[in-house]
């Protein structure tokens, strides 16, 4: 059986290919994963997408929180992987999240 990729961007796919579980979790990235670069963040959205990991499971096996995990996957369907680039963070977040702080100061 053949499953369709997480998503698609500019003809990049990520796909986890069916063996078995155990040997689907050590295509992943390490649990120890401190530097998340966008493969990282994609191969872990993607398995999520691909039923390996649940949601939970892939907060609690890379420390994330529901807020950043939630944040990978909604910046990979708006702007795909580049989206995920921490360099690119500013550039695709909501105008009215980008300085929160700005209207504290006036008042």
Same mark, same amino acid.
């Given at each position: 059986?053949?499953?369709?990729?997480?998503?698609? @961007?500019?003809? *990049?796919?990520?796909?986890i290919? /069916? $063996? &078995?579980?155990?040997?689907?979790?050590n295509?992943?990235?390490?649990?120890?994963?401190?530097?998340?670069?966008?493969?990282r963040?994609?191969?872990?959205?993607?398995?999520?997408?691909?039923?390996?990991? @649940?949601?939970? *499971?892939?907060?609690?096996?890379? /420390? $994330? &929180?529901?807020?950043?995990?939630h944040?990978?996957?909604?910046?990979?369907?708006?702007?795909?992987v580049?989206?995920?680039?921490?360099?690119?963070?500013?550039?695709?977040?909501?105008?009215?999240?980008?300085?929160?702080? *700005?209207?504290?100061?006036?008042?």
């Amino acid at each position: 059986m053949s499953r369709a990729p997480a998503f698609t @961007t500019s003809g *990049e796919q990520v796909q986890i290919v /069916r $063996l &078995s579980r155990a040997k689907d979790l050590n295509h992943l990235p390490p649990t120890s994963t401190k530097r998340w670069v966008t493969r990282r963040k994609a191969q872990v959205v993607a398995a999520v997408r691909n039923g390996l990991l @649940t949601f939970n *499971e892939a907060c609690e096996r890379y /420390r $994330l &929180s529901e807020e950043e995990f939630h944040s990978w996957m909604n910046l990979l369907d708006h702007h795909g992987v580049m989206g995920l680039r921490a360099t690119r963070m500013q550039e695709y977040r909501p105008a009215d999240a980008r300085h929160p702080h *700005e209207g504290a100061a006036a008042e």
